[in-house]
Every structure is written in structure tokens, then in C-alpha cells.
């Protein structure tokens, strides 16, 4: 029987990256996004390891009944990745209350709301990993990215107190920071902007979606099952 990760914001980028790696490793993967016409594109493209749920992360209601449907369809549920993401970015004195109330809502709040929903079947079977994809911008702060940065924080203070709460249960909570990575949003960058964030990398380079894929895997097997509560970045040395 494969074991069973749930992944957030699937549908495409480091989402989408994440799930391949997982199911070339294994995994069945249901994988959750609110862009229900790339979800579904990417089910027909990758199979039956690859099971679309289409979820709003911000809605208590929806995430409770998604996750049961998955442990009913797909069984016990043991990787959990909280992926999904969004920006809204300005400067803090321009920032309307709804920009920052999105930006939370989607990349702190959703998190909360799948590893409590999960994290039930998990501490009845004393095993489970929890990966939680935050940013290089949680450590280093970004202009003009407020909400985001204090979003991406949060998970990492959620990650560590998580750690602490369900260690005994036999579940390990992590996070990766991603830095400058080739993604739909980062291509959209002016190629003057992307050189300078490359300029700022020891290694030259900005990163791949599988270089996070990569990190995810290791932290969901068995290879990492004595790690937990760690922040691992997956950024070419920008924070060193």
C-alpha cells in the first residue's frame, strides 16, 4: 500500500513539483488546489498517484470535508505539505487591509487549518511528517512585501511550536525556506531584475521548483525521521 501526502497549491510551480517527486518516490499524492481547470489537467496528464481535490485552504468548512474525503478514498493520510501561496504585494502605507487579510488567510491560516484537520489521523497512528513551505523572505524581509514576509514568518513559528506538540505523538514538523526560484511568478520578472537577484546568490543562479521538491521528499521519508522542528533553505546560500 503507497503511503498517502496531501499537497497544497498542487496545481502548478513548486506545488506541481512537489507532487512528481513524491509519486517518482512513491507517494500517492491528493493534491489540493483552488485553480480547478490546471488541477484537473494536471490529473489527466499524471494518473491515478495523482488525485485532484479542489480546495479553498481559507474555508474551515471545505478544508474539514476535503481531508475526510481524502482518508476515505485514499486512506490514512502521513505526508502533509503546506505549499500554497499567494501575493498581494506594496509598500506597507499603500497596503489595503484586504491585501493583507488575503495574503494571511491563504499562506498562514490555510497551513493551520490542514495540519489540524491531518494531524488528527496522524497522532491515532504515532506517524506523520508535516513539511511547511515558507520563504528567505521570513528571515530576511522583503520591501514592499509586509504581508507576505510576516505570513511566511508565521509558518515558521508554527512549525516550531507544532514540533513541540505532536513530537510525542511520533509526527515531525518542518520548513523550507525557498529562495529565488524559476516559478510562473518569478518569470514575469523584467530579465534585469532576475540578474540582479542572481548577482545576490553565492551559486550564481536562481533555483528550480525541483530543488524544493527535492528538500520536501527527504523531509517526508525515512531518511529524516530523527529531524524535526528544523528550517532548511533551499535558496544557493542567499541567507549564509
Excluded: H
Excluded at 480547478?36 to 491515478?48: M, S
Amino acid at each position: 500500500m503507497s503511503r498517502v501526502a496531501a499537497v497544497t497549491g498542487a496545481a502548478r510551480g513548486i506545488g506541481l513539483a512537489i507532487a512528481r517527486e513524491l509519486m517518482a518516490d512513491g507517494w500517492s499524492v491528493a493534491a489540493c488546489d483552488i485553480l480547478e481547470d490546471p488541477l484537473r489537467q494536471r490529473a489527466e496528464e499524471l494518473g491515478e498517484a495523482f488525485r485532484p481535490f479542489v480546495l479553498d485552504v481559507t474555508d474551515e468548512d471545505q478544508v474539514s470535508e476535503t481531508t475526510r474525503e481524502i482518508q476515505d478514498s485514499m486512506g490514512p493520510v502521513t505526508g502533509l505539505v503546506n505549499n500554497a501561496g499567494i501575493t498581494r504585494d506594496n509598500l506597507m502605507m499603500r497596503m489595503g487591509r484586504a491585501d493583507w487579510d488575503a495574503v494571511i488567510n491563504v499562506n498562514l491560516t490555510g497551513a493551520f487549518l490542514m495540519s489540524k484537520a491531518l494531524s488528527r489521523g496522524m497522532m491515532r497512528a504515532r506517524n506523520g511528517s508535516i513539511v511547511n513551505i515558507s520563504s528567505v523572505v521570513a528571515l530576511l524581509g522583503g520591501a514592499g512585501q509586509v504581508n507576505y514576509a510576516a505570513s511566511k514568518a508565521g509558518l515558521l513559528g508554527l512549525t516550531r511550536s507544532l514540533c513541540r506538540e505532536l513530537g510525542a505523538r511520533g509526527i515531525r514538523v518542518n520548513a523550507i525556506a525557498p529562495g529565488f526560484i524559476e516559478t510562473e511568478m518569478t518569470a514575469e520578472l523584467p530579465e534585469e531584475v532576475r540578474a540582479g537577484y542572481a548577482e545576490r546568490i553565492p551559486l550564481g543562479r536562481m533555483g528550480t521548483p525541483e530543488n524544493v521538491a527535492g528538500a520536501v521528499r527527504f523531509l517526508l521519508g525515512d531518511d529524516s525521521q530523527y529531524i524535526s522542528g528544523v528550517v532548511l533553505p533551499v535558496d544557493g546560500g542567499l541567507t549564509t
